[in-house]
Structure formats: C-alpha cells, structure tokens
C-alpha cells in the first residue's frame, strides 16, 4: 500500500518539472522575439554592413574592412573576448568588362546580359572571342561518345532549374553541375568559352554569378553567367539562325592568396564552458550587388542573437561562439579551417563542439530549421515544435543544415546542426545578382529571422544532451 502514493508522487513531481521546464522556455523564446522585434537592430546593422561596406568578395579590402567591423561589433555587445582565425584566402577580380553579344549571319549584333563567372580566367589577352555556338542541356552530351563536337565553339548550358521542386535550394543544386563543372567539361571537348544560364527561377535580364572550379586536366577557358531571359532567347534563336556566332570579352585577373580571417567573439558559459556552441554566417560576398541576403542577414542574424541575449540577461550554459566566416563563396576555406581548429581543441584542450548553428539562406521569414544530427539529438530538435508554433515556424526538417558548419561533422563526438531554413521561394531572384541589396531585405522579416535563430541557441544550449 505504501507503493502506489510515493508512485504518484513521483510522477507529479516529475510532471511539474516538465511543465515548469516548459513554461520557462516558452517565456524565454517569447522575451528573445520581443526583444527582436521591439528594439532590433539586425536592420540597421545590414544597412551599414551593405551601404558603408559593400559587397566583400574574399581577398577584398572590404572584406578586411569588414571584419574589423564585426568584431568591434562583437566587443560592443558584450562578447567575453573576441579575435580573427587566419585563413589564407583566394583574391580575384572580375575586371571592368563584361561584354558578349550575337551576330546573325546578316551580321545584325543584339547585346546579352552577362557577367563573368567567379574565378574565370579572362579571354585571351582580355580581346574579343568569337565563335559559333552549341547549346547544351546536360554536361555528359559533350562525351565524345555523344558525337557533339565542341571544337572551336562557345558553349551555352541552358538547363533551367527544375520548378516543380518545392525546395528551390533542391532546384539549385540540381542545376549547378552547369555553373561549377560546365567550363572544364567544355573545354576538355575543345569549347573556347562557356556561358551558363543564370541560377534562378525568375525571367529577367540579371545574370547571377558564383563559382566554378577548373579541373588540372583541361584547358582554362573563359565563362560567364548569362541571364535567363538572354539564355532563352539564344537557344531559340539558334534554331532559326545555326550560324550566328556570339563574341565574348573579360577581363577577370587572378592575384596571389591573402591572409583574412574568420572573425570570432566568444562568450563562457556558466555550466559547462568546456562545451562550446557556434552560430555564424559568412562575411564574404559576391563583388555584385551588395551580399544583402546571401549572407549579411546571416551575419547581422549572429550579431543580433547576441546582442538579443544579453539585452534580456540571459546566461548561457555553455560557451557561445559567434562566427563570422570568411570566403564561403568560392572556397569555404573559413568553414573548413575552423572545423580544422575544433579538432585540434577537441583533442588537446578538453574543449568539445557540441553544436552548431547557421544562417546563410537570406533574410526572408523564417520557416524552421534543417537538422544535421543523431536521431537522439533529432528528436530533441523536434520537440520545440510547440515552443515555435505561436511564432509560425513549424518546418524541422533533417540534411543541409549549411555550408560553412557541415565540414563540423568529421568531428568525434559528432556536434549537432542546425541551419534556419527561411521561406526559399524568392531567395534566388536576388542571389548572386546585383539586386541582392539592402532594399530587397524587408525589416520585420529579418527580426523574425533573427529572433528564431536567436531562440533555436537558447533552446540548444539549455536542452542538447552532453556527450558520454
Ligand atoms: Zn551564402
């Protein structure tokens, strides 16, 4: 008889403490989006890393400049101490020209809209090529086994991104073969130059940049972004016109590496400051637009979560770090080199990663999260279902958590990813493009981004497990 009441009483007890837990967290995310949404200043800060700074291709002064701005940041709002990681960096410019047009064979010229591929060599001796063109869909129908002879030709990769997928991050890595492999697979059948249709969506006139990668076994060979809408037109007036011939002319440059740096703030944790939790985004940018979605929101998303945390006098468990890495566009050298680090500390200074979180998919509203993890740490992820559903974020969905954390997961004991997964349905509209500016960001948007990423850290320090 004696059983059953201290049976019960265990029980209540452990439902208060569950109810309790609950309730407090439930008052902490609320206080992290008033906190966001009443006194933010992520905005204000985009507006001056975009309109002070600039665009900050890796390499760059003003990705120096930047840097410097974002740890003095970090010092304003209250990091324990703050300093830059090295990390050796490609340097390239795109130069001052651009230029492709048709000729018919009438010898009518109409202009394209392109813009040079990031790391393209130039046209030889920075001069006008000219040459005709074949259009491809498809990197493997220039196989010699295909018969498509590419010699002497330009060649134009025209396969739009698929617009049945949902996830239009899915549509962009099912089209970037094109962007990043296109220009070798060309000119190993013997292309002059490649132009690849812009990564996105939308049918405009913008051509969207980003990077390639030469391979060691074929020529280098100039290539250049060309807009939807040029591509389109192209490949359809080649059907009517096979002999029309496109002239190209860059004058893109490759300088020696310089040494930048990931730029990192830290802030000990009160519990377990042995643990250690990332947030971060990346400084760099493309040299186009102004890197306002992709990725100062991401940037100012970590500078406000911990402004955010220390407005509302939080004290976190473990140590924070925020990281604003460098080069993630044509390189991830700064995601790579800090995983390199976090080795090192796991192993020699009793350190262990046990988390990390990323936001590099724009300032849009945010959906949820992309969850790189155990299936145990998966289902505490998934547990704060009902803690973000007054907040509209309802999406916890597993794989690509991000760019610059996932070379995290070759750590042992393996950390936990999270990226914040916002709406993705405009994002490519501006990405890479030079209408990626501050006034394609909208406020409150950005705030809520930032308030959800802010929360997710809390959430993760308070609740992910410790490793045995
Ligand atoms: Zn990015």
């Not at 100039?222 to 809408?229: K, Y």
């Amino acid at each position: 008889m004696l059983r059953i009441p201290s049976l019960l009483l265990f029980f209540s007890c452990g439902a208060v403490t569950l109810h309790a837990q609950a309730d407090s967290d439930s008052l902490l995310v609320r206080s992290i989006y008033d906190e966001a949404l009443g006194h933010g200043e992520a905005y204000e800060n985009l507006r001056t890393l975009t309109k002070e700074i600039g665009h900050r291709l890796s390499g760059s002064q003003s990705a120096a400049e930047a840097m410097d701005w974002g740890k003095s940041v970090m010092e304003a709002y209250g990091a324990d101490r703050t300093w830059i990681m090295p990390v050796t960096v490609p340097s390239w410019t795109r130069g001052t020209i651009a230029e492709a047009s048709s000729i018919g064979a009438d010898g009518a010229a109409t202009a394209l809209h392109i813009t040079a591929l990031g790391g393209s060599v130039g046209t030889p001796n920075n001069a006008i090529v000219e040459a005709p063109v074949i259009v491809v869909k498809r990197l493997d129908e220039l196989n010699p086994e295909s018969g498509v002879d590419a010699t002497g030709k330009i060649v134009l990769f025209n396969r739009a991104m698929d617009p049945v997928l949902i996830n239009t991050g899915a549509a962009y890595g099912g089209a970037i073969d094109q962007r990043g492999n296109g220009a070798s697979a060309a000119a190993a059948s013997g292309a002059v130059a490649v132009l690849v249709r812009s990564l996105t969506h939308a049918l405009d006139t913008l051509p969207h940049t980003g990077a390639l990668r030469y391979r060691d076994d074929a020529p280098r060979i100039p290539a250049a972004a060309i807009s939807t809408v040029d591509a389109s037109w192209l490949a359809h007036a080649l059907e009517s016109d096979p002999a029309m011939n496109v002239r190209l002319q860059l004058n893109c440059e490759a300088f020696e590496d310089v040494e930048q740096g990931n730029v990192i703030g830290e802030w000990t944790g009160t519990v377990k400051p042995h643990e250690i939790i990332t947030i971060g985004g990346h400084l760099d940018s493309w040299d186009i637009g102004e890197g306002a979605h992709d990725d100062g929101a991401g940037v100012v998303h970590t500078l406000e979560t911990l402004r955010i945390l220390k407005a509302i006098g939080y004290e976190p468990q473990r140590t924070l770090r925020f990281v604003l890495f460098i080069n993630e566009e044509n390189g991830n050298r700064g995601g790579k080199e800090y995983a390199r680090q976090a080795g090192i500390e796991n192993e020699q200074s009793k350190l262990v990663h046990v988390g990390a979180m990323e936001s590099d998919a724009g300032g849009f509203v945010p959906r949820g999260f992309r969850i790189d993890a155990s299936d145990a740490a998966t289902d505490v992820v998934r547990g704060w279902r009902a803690l973000f559903d007054p907040y509209n974020v309802h999406l916890f969905r597993r794989g690509g958590a991000g760019v610059d954390i996932s070379p995290l997961k070759t750590l042992s004991p393996r950390p936990t990813l999270l990226g914040l997964s916002p709406d993705g349905q405009r994002y490519f509209d501006f990405h890479h493009s030079s209408q990626d500016i501050f006034e394609n960001v909208h406020k409150r948007e950005l705030e809520l981004g930032a308030a959800t990423f802010a929360a997710a850290l809390v959430l993760l320090d308070r609740h992910l497990p410790s490793p045995e």
